[in-house]
């Protein structure tokens, strides 16, 4: 990448308990207009420590695992899960292992508890005998009835895409999501799909956003440049040299020959 090579700020950020460093490799190119001088900075995030340790962050996001109730119940395990990059873009690749209950309320009168009591008699000839006689009877409901529906691996693929809706802000937006069921689930599909758009998809969501804040970025930035205000000019997912996930993103701020003349002043001062 051409322009002046301004150094690296490292990022620290908690992503899920795991406390990781992003380093951000910030560089300044600076062109000429008629009317003003175009002042830009690109901020290099290298995303390798979110990806070296992406596994075991998705294995400890909370997954469903409540069979209390009634009704149709799901128990959801991740096996394994990767971060990648493709193209301008990135992919969450993750293979969890669904288990279904369908949980009923036990039959009415399957279940019944006798309450007993001590009644003793004299009997001639032979004395005071005791016996245990009911004394009363409890109905309640059976235990509850639980089905097992299925329990599948399932494979899970979801691509992000980083992009700017104001110039302002940052935003990770899935572009596509394909769940691939190893086996038949039939009507349960779409409950199983939910799992991850509500367990994966808005989760990593969330913890990738934070690291990538345009507020955290901009903090990065030059002083004297982020008093100019820039704008995000563009934002996107990329592969670094050494086959890394990296996230690019570009702030533009067009100024005054005057204001450059200063800025250009302090810096060597």
């Not at 802000?169 to 799909?193: C, M």
Request: hydrophobic residues 40%; aromatic residues 6%.
């Amino acid at each position: 990448m051409s322009g002046l090579p301004l150094g690296i700020v490292e990022l620290t950020s908690n992503v899920a308990g795991a406390e990781l460093k992003f380093p951000v490799s910030l560089v300044l190119d600076v062109s000429s207009r008629e009317d003003a001088v175009n002042v830009s900075v690109s901020a290099v995030i290298n995303m390798a420590s979110l990806q070296d340790n992406f596994d075991a962050i998705v294995k400890s996001f909370p997954m469903p695992n409540d069979t209390s109730g009634y009704g149709n119940k799901f128990i959801a395990t991740v096996n394994g899960a990767s971060l990648s990059p493709s193209g301008d873009g990135a992919t969450l690749n993750a293979d969890i292992n669904v288990v279904g209950w369908h949980i009923e309320k036990g039959l009415p009168g399957a279940g019944a508890t006798v309450q007993y009591k001590e009644v003793c008699v004299d009997i001639p000839f032979i004395g005071r005998k005791c016996v245990m006689v009911p004394d009363g009877v409890e109905i309640k409901p059976g235990d509850d009835i639980k089905l097992r529906l299925f329990g599948e691996d399932v494979a899970c693929r979801i691509d992000f895409s980083l992009v700017t809706p104001d110039g302002n802000s940052l935003e990770l937006r899935p572009t596509s999501v394909d769940v691939t069921p190893h086996g038949d689930i039939g009507k349960f599909f779409n409950d199983v799909a939910g799992i991850f758009n509500t367990n994966l998809n808005d989760v990593v969501r969330r913890e990738i956003s934070e690291i990538i804040s345009d507020g955290t970025l901009r903090k990065a930035l030059p002083l004297e440049f982020q008093s100019f205000n820039p704008k995000i000019t563009t934002a996107h997912f990329a592969i670094s040299e050494n086959g890394k996930l990296q996230s690019i993103i570009m702030f533009n701020a067009q100024i005054t020959g005057e204001q450059l003349t200063e800025w250009l002043a302090q810096s060597i001062n």
